[in-house]
């Protein structure tokens, strides 16, 4: 399976090579594909808050790859490089408030630079921690595909109707995807009819990246409004939802994109198996619960306005980007650490302990 996965993989965000950050400009696609080069850990940070790239493994790396431009540029200047470099870390971590991956890979990053003793191959050494971010969470994706996929057919082994929300996909990773990985690697075990893709209001993830990634793939996809999402369910047979995160709490609640948490509901009603995917860095056990989780909130213009053009009355805009699912709708969460099943806070601390899939 794993060589099966490494063929298909066919879409990247993130390139790092001569010095430089190159990101794919999500917000063009599926129109055009434009990579953009960033020099400066400054560029990073507005090109995570102005959703050139998305997606919270996809931003956490992007953010380790900042910190080495920002160290380029403090050592460039000389003096207190240390000191100067502790500025961008912190723009980089107020780029986005919500996705946790962020902030545990400038974690990384900073604790990669409180080992060094001295100068001496500084920028070696944090440039080797960005690459071993981007490279472990490719990994990670690897191994998440295969247990989810092998979910899915331990429940129910013919093809089967799956839906999905927002783009959990190689765009939004370092890799081969968390959702749509493991969707990926069902469609190649042939276990997928149909994936049924919400649009996602109001930057469309799911219409112009997640059903341009599958069709890509030649997945079966069909898209549809989010408000659709419940009716489909009830007449097309769906079997599984399958989401990413940008957060896990300790008792399991999942914050994802707005939108997830009424997905989870509808789940719940009509008999439908809710899966959520995503790497153990998103887990952030120093949160008791979903309740503590920062909830990025955007501009309302992105709800008045389409392509520049107002479309909306002259009201007050309540635009919430991520709500927040409780564990007891979640009926497994996979991460390269294992699958847990029905997750509460006991089950989440056990998985958290293990060094590596047993």
Known sequence: MREQLLAAEKVQAIDWHGGALYLLDQRLLPQEQVWLRFDSAAEVAQAIRDMVVRGAPAIGIAAAYGVVLGAQACLAAGGDWRQALEADFQRLAASRPTAVNLFWALQRMRERLQRLKDDQGVLEQLEAEAVGIHASDREANLTMAQLGMELIRKHQGSEQVLMTHCNAGALATGGFGTALGVIRAAHLEGLVERVYVDETRPWLQGARLTAWELA????????????????????????????????????????????????????????????????SSTIDMALESGEDIPLEERSGDELRLLGGRPIAADVAVSNPVFDVTPADLVDYIVTEKGVVERPDSEKLAQLMCRKRLH
């Open 216 to 279: 890509g793939d030649g997945v079966p996809v069909s898209l549809n409004v989010d408000a659709a999402a419940a009716h489909l369910m009830k007449v097309k047979g769906v079997s599984w939802v399958i989401v990413g995160a940008d957060r896990i709490t300790a008792n399991g609640d999942v914050a994802n994109k707005i939108g997830t948490y009424q997905l989870a509901v509808n789940a719940m009603h009509h008999g439908v198996r809710f899966m959520v995917v995503a790497p």
